[in-house]
């Protein structure tokens, strides 16, 4: 088995290898190459803790495993980030563990990847100027990713933390961007081209009024019942894509306009996998809101793994161990 740490996860995969990783398997599973097996999701009733395990397997990769772990609010009192995960991956031929591969870097980075991937796909190609709602760690990930995807000129990001926002503006300046932050929501979102949530929220920050006739959207922090950021009326009245269907309308954002009976099953366009396969439009007006539903999935989290994995035996780095 071989063991990548995070250091060494983090120094392997670059945003674009996750970007054209993801986007690999996003379109396998259009395919039917790829599946998502159900998740499991649990409040632990230990530290405030909550705990999941991801699974899947692309055959035509081939990769099989798992991504364990959670959110584990009280870590930053200890100087450790409150997300962790690790992903196991499996031989697809015999079904022994092949490799363990530390997984926070590459969350971060596959979570960044299937954002771009549908900027790439669903915004107008002229886009320049990213909102984001929410500026902690993930909105860094958000931020590189668009910007490879996407020529932006000007940032506005919103945050309930001045600390927060300070943060990022630098990270978004040290770029080469020009940065705006706002005060309020709204001027993010009335003033964006491409807008991407990225916030534990559990009601909706974004309302319709404020989003502008061409505008997509990215809603990246809902992957749990109970969570939103967008107006269920918004997503109503867009043009609706996925990573997961079945996720999408349980635990990510589509879930509340679905519960409220806005939209059906149906009322979905397709997934991105769909559209990078050309089995269903993307875009189909230059004035539609498009809004891309970003569960986050197994295969996206076994995909970045596996490249880490290659590339490390490429270079004959990580650490060998037999069990």
């Not at 003033?191 to 006739?213: E, G, N, Y």
């Not at 922090?221 to 269907?245: I, M, N, R, W, Y």
């Not at 295969?299 to 880490?308: G, R």
């Amino acid at each position: 088995m071989l063991i990548i740490s995070e250091d060494l996860a983090r120094e392997l995969v670059s945003v674009e290898d996750a970007i054209d990783a993801v986007e690999s398997t996003f379109a396998a599973m259009a395919r039917g190459d790829g599946r998502n097996y159900p998740v499991v999701r649990e409040v632990v009733g230990y530290q405030n803790a909550v705990y999941g395990v991801k699974t899947g397997c692309d055959v035509s990769a081939p990769i099989l495993g798992l991504k364990a772990g959670g959110y584990w609010p009280h870590n930053a009192e200890k100087g450790l980030g409150n997300h962790q995960s690790s992903t196991l991956l499996f031989d697809p031929e015999t079904g022994r563990a092949s490799a363990l591969v530390s997984a926070n870097y590459l969350t971060g980075v596959r979570t960044g990847a299937s954002s771009a991937i549908a900027t790439k796909y669903l915004s107008r190609p002229e886009s320049r100027i990213l909102g984001i709602i929410g500026t902690g760690v993930q909105a860094q990930y958000q931020l590189r990713a668009t910007m490879a995807v996407r020529e932006l000129t000007r940032v506005h990001a919103w945050d309930p933390s001045a600390e927060n926002l300070g943060r990022f503006g630098d990270t978004v300046h040290e770029l080469g961007l020009d940065f705006v932050a706002e005060a309020e929501r709204e001027a993010v979102a009335r003033t964006a081209d491409i807008l991407i949530t990225v916030t534990p929220s559990q009601q909706a920050l974004v309302d319709k009024a404020w989003v502008r006739a061409g505008t997509h959207v990215s809603a990246m922090g809902c992957d749990t019942k109970g969570k939103q950021e967008l107006d269920p009326h918004l997503v109503a009245a867009s043009a609706l894509f996925v990573d997961e269907a079945a996720q999408a309308i349980t635990i990510g954002e589509f879930q509340h306009a679905y519960g409220r009976g806005l939209i059906t099953e149906a009322s979905l366009r397709g997934s991105i996998g769909q559209v990078i396969e050309g089995l269903c439009d993307g875009r189909r007006a230059a004035d539609e809101v498009t809004v891309f539903d970003g569960t986050g999935v197994s295969l996206q989290d076994l995909v970045v793994a596996a490249l880490a994995v290659r590339l490390a035996e490429q270079r004959g780095l990580g650490a060998a161990v037999s069990y």
